[in-house]
């Protein structure tokens, strides 16, 4: 069986949400040969890029298949690490959290199963998170994005979300270095709700989330 | 004719003056009383007072008794629900904090007693005196598939609903299908005349077809086993469900759909065409950004979609306090003129 037949099959048995399909794949690729280190970076990886694909082009994909797609991500990234022979290298990291007034934590597991997975490190500050704590948290872990999750709209909108989060950066010079990232039902209904919160970018779930929160840490980088 | 033959002729073909118009005004009930939201809360004639009062004011057809989600949470143990001044109040203590919590959880034997839901029958009380004869009284079911998101967090319940063991699911779905079964007949008992049945598990925003064929439907036939459905609406929490609207009629006898903004309503209104009440919902949350002529122009375009062949109604969804009462205004103005009927 090949990589891509890996992936492929992979995939199929996320998007149909069943975990031990999936794992019975990653445990045959294991026994075929792959090291912990290919699983991770040449089937869990791809598979969760050409699932963010999938996902952006299909707007009937649903939140189970978003949660199974981190979850299962997470869960076989988290056992192989154990395994690596050396610590991977991450190519960023990411203050995450629910917006100040916001108990709600779907949309952040989500989004840091995927990112973790990618390789992201994840700082997850829980809910009900001020915007004050967000960028203490960013500067003091030299995170390159700021993730706030808001599910309800005066989460999204309200003076101690995001908009206060921009405010901080810009007040403080970080503009340049840290970029924000939203997301969350509201902004699903209004897309251009991002703008008028301040944030750089958006997402329409979580697993897309990750594909646009890794372009902000590239463009923070550089 | 009333608010409520209204409804019941665009329900049933009947010829009426205009559309039924909805409008639900929540959170607004606390700024119009000037309390704050746990103290308006708290009192359900004060609740039902802002209610008439905001009825009265925009003229739209319908009053609510809800007074919010985690209402139901508090009627089954929860003990700290977060307030806020510009929003939607938050469950913020789970009554299930762990799977093992499920063998103990209990659904009490009479909701009616529990001290929670004084204010409910408080609200209804007045709400059926002043306007039961007349107009719509709403109330909101959350379906048994969707209570335990409430009850331990949305991400938990995910987790034991795809991954967890299924009799340990069904165990706690089985309890909260009995809670949703007497909490129907109490609303119904105390005077609420139309009850939004809200199952965002039984959208395929959220599962797909075959997890809510084999899963939700059965679980939702059990919450709606006694009493019927005429005066239930499907609702999935401002997720689209067109794909299920069959089965919804079908095999749960739902007749009224209350469709997503983000869901194709001309879809929608051919699938159920005329039996029973297409919705056709505005996207609020735009409204706080739109213009009042904005506002008008997709009323305009829903109604247009909607109102031909009848068998609709306009409505909005949770409608954020941020929206400016302007555009309120501007909304039910539309609705009223373009919802004209020959």
Request: glycine content about 8%; charged content about 20%; some cysteine.
């Amino acid at each position: 069986m090949t990589l891509a037949n890996y992936i492929q099959a992979y995939n199929e048995a996320v998007f149909e949400t069943d975990r031990p399909a999936a794992l019975a794949v990653v445990n045959q690729a294991l026994s075929d040969g792959f090291s912990p280190e290919d699983i991770v970076f040449e089937l869990v990886i791809p598979a969760v890029e050409s699932m963010m694909d999938r996902i952006e082009k299909d707007p009937d994909s649903n939140l189970a298949q978003h949660f199974m797609t981190a979850q299962i991500a997470a869960d076989v990234t988290e056992k192989m690490l154990e395994k690596f022979s050396s610590p991977p290298q991450i190519i960023g990291k990411v203050v995450i959290g629910a917006a100040s007034g916001d108990l709600h934590s779907l949309g952040k597991r989500i989004v840091s199963g995927c990112l973790k997975s990618l390789m992201v490190e994840v700082i997850d500050l829980g809910i009900n998170v001020g915007a004050e704590q967000f960028v203490e948290a960013a500067v003091a872990n030299d995170a390159q994005v700021i993730a706030v999750s808001a599910m309800m709209v005066h989460t999204a909108t309200g003076e101690n979300g995001s908009i206060k989060v921009r405010a901080l950066l810009k007040e403080r010079g970080l503009e340049g270095r840290i970029k924000l990232a939203v997301g969350g039902a509201p902004y699903r209904f209004d897309p251009e709700l991002y703008r008028k919160v301040g944030a750089d970018a958006w997402a329409p779930d979580g697993v897309t989330a990750a594909k646009v929160i890794v372009r902000l840490i590239n463009e923070a980088k550089t | 004719m009333t608010p409520r033959q209204i409804l019941h002729a665009a329900l049933t073909g009947a010829a009426a003056p205009r559309i039924p118009v909805f409008c639900n005004l929540f959170d607004h009930g606390a700024k119009e009383m000037k309390l704050h939201p746990k103290a308006y809360f708290a009192d359900g004639a004060c609740v039902a007072e802002a209610q008439l009062r905001m009825q009265k004011r925009y003229g739209y057809d319908n009053v609510w008794c809800l007074h919010y989600v985690g209402k139901e949470a508090e009627l089954l143990g929860c003990k700290e629900i977060l307030f806020a001044d510009d929003g939607v109040p938050n469950v913020a203590d789970f009554v299930i904090k762990s799977w093992d919590d499920i063998a103990s959880f209990e659904v009490p034997n009479d909701i009616t007693q529990h001290p929670a839901w004084q204010s409910i029958a408080d609200c209804l009380a007045v709400l059926r005196g002043e306007v039961g004869a007349s107009h719509p009284i709403c109330a909101y079911v959350t379906a048994s598939t969707t209570l335990p998101a409430i009850l331990m967090g949305m991400d938990k319940w995910m987790e034991l609903f795809l991954l967890g063991p299924a009799d340990l699911r069904d165990e706690l779905l089985r309890k909260c299908a009995d809670y949703v079964q007497q909490h129907i007949a109490a609303l119904r008992a105390a005077g609420a005349n139309v009850l939004v049945y809200s199952s965002p598990f039984g959208s395929p925003y959220f599962v797909n077809k075959k997890v809510i064929a084999d899963i939700v439907m059965p679980w939702m036939r059990r919450d709606l086993a006694l009493g019927g459905t005429d005066d239930l609406v499907y609702y999935c929490g401002m997720a689209p469900f067109n794909d299920v609207i069959e089965p919804v009629i079908e095999q749960l006898g739902i007749r009224s759909h209350y469709i997503s903004p983000l869901a194709d309503l001309a879809q929608a209104k051919r699938l159920i065409n005329t039996r029973g009440l297409t919705c056709g919902v505005i996207d609020d949350i735009k409204m706080i950004h739109w213009s009042a002529g904005e506002v008008r122009a997709e009323v305009r375009r829903i109604v247009d979609i909607g109102k031909p062949g009848g068998h609709f109604l306009f409505g909005n969804g949770v409608m954020p306090m941020a929206v400016p009462e302007a555009n309120i205004r501007a909304m039910l103005d539309a609705a009223f003129e373009f919802g004209q009927l020959p």
